[in-house]
T-cell receptor, first 114, second 114 residues
Framework: KAGVTQTPRYLIKTRGQQVTLSCSPI?????VSWYQQTPGQGLQFLFE???????NKGNFPGRFSGRQFSNSRSEMNVSTLELGDSALYLC?????????????FGPGTRLTVL | AQKITQTQPGMFVQEKEAVTLDCTYD???????LFWYKQPSSGEMIFLIY??????QNATEGRYSLNFQKARKSANLVISASQLGDSAMYFC???????????FGQGTRLTINP
């Protein structure tokens, strides 16, 4: 079974631009979660989608948004990029979306905002 | 609110020795799950072990075991017979069941010396 894939792996953007990151979960997994990892704030939960519905949301501004498609693939969008948005963005999928289930992580997308 | 505390920013251990990574958590919710993840320098998060709050026995997965002390709110990871490949960042995380949102600690950087 293929693992979680994220594209692109690396991105360089400038302040004010917007960016879209993509995540393909493991086949059959319906829950996709997104996390931001920075040296200062560590790993922080962004949001979770299950069957195309956002079920949980972290404490991030509205510039961060996401969606999930019928095939469970997910995208997250960051508008009006700020320098502080530079981070590793990790996507994780799980089968049933129950909290006790293991979340499988992708390799991440490293975003640099100049 | 949930909180995870990892008090060891870095640890150095000789190869083949056992190592214990500390994790304490804070929540008033009775239903939660505790996770340990490994993050090598490549960035991908690798699931190691899971413990549910109602599990009576400590979880074990190969060389990994979780020392769960509910009254003390601790969930330490024990790695037996450490190997050079164990060098990585290790994160303790918690989710309030059944939600899928993981709250992470700041991590411990483990270095295994030959």
């Amino acid at each position: 079974k293929a693992g979680v894939t994220q594209t692109p792996r690396y991105l360089i953007k400038t302040r004010g631009q917007q960016v879209t990151l993509s995540c393909s979960p493991i086949s059959g997994h319906r829950s996709v979660s997104w996390y931001q990892q920075t040296p200062g704030q560590g790993l922080q939960f962004l949001f979770e989608y299950f069957s195309e519905t956002q079920r949980n949301k972290g404490n991030f501004p509205g510039r961060f948004s996401g969606r999930q498609f019928s095939n469970s693939r997910s995208e997250m969008n960051v508008s009006t990029l700020e320098l502080g948005d530079s981070a590793l963005y990790l996507c994780a999928s799980s089968s049933t979306g129950q909290g006790g289930n293991e979340q499988f992580f992708g390799p991440g997308t490293r975003l640099t905002v100049l | 609110a949930q909180k995870i505390t990892q008090t060891q920013p870095g640890m150095f251990v000789q190869e083949k020795e056992a190592v214990t990574l500390d994790c304490t958590y804070d929540t008033s919710d009775p239903s939660y799950g505790l996770f340990w993840y490994k993050q090598p320098s490549s960035g991908e998060m690798i699931f190691l072990i899971y413990q549910g709050s109602y599990d009576q026995q400590n979880a074990t997965e190969g060389r990994y075991s979780l020392n769960f002390q509910k009254a003390r709110k601790s969930a330490n990871l024990v790695i037996s017979a450490s190997q050079l490949g164990d060098s990585a960042m290790y994160f303790c995380a918690m989710s309030l069941l059944p939600a899928q949102k993981l709250v992470f600690g700041q991590g411990t950087r483990l270095t295994i010396n030959p």
